[in-house]
């Protein structure tokens, strides 16, 4: 999970979170884990922040920021949120809290694109989705904010091309 930071200004990630849903939510529209960054960290302007397993290809491990455990196995939704467990706001979210997808959702017109592939935002998405995963992911690849490609893809790892042509 590789977040980017498309400011002028490092943003320190106390005070943020990544929230996920497991399998499905729990509770329609609700996460179910709270995960926090580790204390003191921070993502430099126009740097992204890599959160690994544990158990990662050994090609991803140099690039991590933090680890974490649970990580998606496609039908698990996470969030970036800014605020605290009882009063947040989603910043940007791949999948939902929401129902069980199944194996994953479809992103770009790919079935099942969450699983056993790599997702990149394209270079002309300039800010998350505030939780509204469907656009997001659009129907084909033209209206999707994504690129699909195959699994194990670590082209894009450790960098993120922002256009901010227009």
Do not use: M
Not at 1 to 27: K, R
Not at 61 to 78: A, I, K, M, R, V
């Amino acid at each position: 999970l590789e977040i980017y930071n498309n400011s002028d200004d490092s943003i320190n990630l106390c005070g943020y979170a990544f929230p996920n849903s497991n399998n499905g939510a729990t509770v329609d529209g609700e996460y179910d884990y709270w995960n926090t960054f580790d204390t003191n960290e921070s993502v430099a302007a126009g740097d992204v922040y890599v959160i690994c397993h544990g158990s990662s290809d050994e090609l991803i491990q140099p690039e991590c920021d933090q680890y974490h455990t649970y990580l998606s196995n496609g039908d698990d939704g996470f969030c970036l949120v800014v605020g605290t467990e009882d009063d947040y706001a989603i910043l940007d979210c791949i999948g939902t809290w929401g129902e069980d997808p199944g194996d994953g959702w479809d992103v770009a017109g790919i079935s099942n694109g969450t699983k056993d592939h790599t997702l990149v935002r394209k270079s002309t998405v300039l800010s998350g989705n505030y939780g509204n995963w469907n656009l997001s992911a659009g129907t084909n690849e033209a209206d999707s904010e994504w690129l699909v490609y195959d699994q194990n893809t670590w082209d894009y790892l450790g960098y993120h091309t922002s256009d901010n042509s227009g």
